[in-house]
Nanobody
Framework: QVQLVESGGGLVQPGGSLRLSCAAS??????MGWYRQAPGKERESVAA????????SYADSVKGRFTMSRDNAKNMVYLQMNSLKPEDTGIYYC??????????WGQGTQVTVSS
């Protein structure tokens, strides 16, 4: 059974940093990504990478500030978020897709950027 468990969210002041983690288990994944959903808005992609890590893409709004990385040995993916802005506030979700095309979501972790 596939499980994705996010951690690392919290309250941070504008300009601060957070590092999100996602522990993946129960499957072999072709790609993984981070999404976020702000109050009253649709869920949007923030960053995505294939499992080899050779190809990582970012939303324009986070380029240069966020970095996605992975540790294949530990089945972990991370999202380092720097220079956070109030508009980065939302629930951040880890997503994984298997080679068979099935998609899975974690439970989400809240990120709040506020002074």
């Amino acid at each position: 059974q596939v499980q994705l468990v996010e951690s690392g969210g919290g309250l941070v002041q504008p300009g601060g940093s957070l590092r999100l983690s996602c522990a993946a288990s129960g499957g072999t994944f072709s790609s993984m990504g981070w999404y976020r959903q702000a109050p009253g808005k649709e869920r949007e992609s923030v960053a995505a990478t294939n499992w080899s890590g050779f190809s990582t893409s970012y939303a324009d709004s986070v380029k240069g500030r966020f970095t996605m990385s992975r540790d294949n040995a530990k089945n972990m993916v991370y999202l380092q978020m720097n220079s956070l802005k109030p508009e980065d506030t939302g629930i951040y979700y880890c997503n994984a897709r298997t080679y068979a095309g099935a998609g899975y979501w974690g439970q989400g972790t809240q990120v709040t950027v506020s002074s």
